[in-house]
């Protein structure tokens, strides 16, 4: 969670999936924030195979993710993939943040 200026107000981990798959529920994704009045939130989670490329559920995800938060007045700022010791920003590659 972030305050107005980007600055980090606290870390949640909000879910923690299986291996290959997480389930997830966007109302339990922005709950801490609102909770706190942050104005924003990054998002990231791990691929455990070490390949950070995003998956078509991720770029969905995000999607979803975006559209919630502009409902929510709190807005996604990104949404990172990380691999190995690499990460992939969907942002940055215009993935569900249009």
Do not use: W
């Amino acid at each position: 969670m972030l305050d107005t200026r980007n600055r980090l107000l606290d870390i949640v981990e909000v879910y923690h999936g299986a291996v290959n798959s997480s389930q997830v529920r966007l109302a339990e994704v922005f709950k801490p924030a609102i909770q706190r009045m942050a104005p924003a939130i990054l998002v990231c989670h791990n691929h455990p195979s070490g390949d950070p490329t995003p998956s078509p559920d991720d770029v969905a995800v995000t999607r979803a993710m975006v559209q919630a938060g502009r409902l929510l007045d709190v807005d996604l700022l990104d949404h990172l993939v990380i691999g190995g010791s690499r990460y992939v920003s969907l942002k940055e590659r215009g993935l569900g943040f249009s």
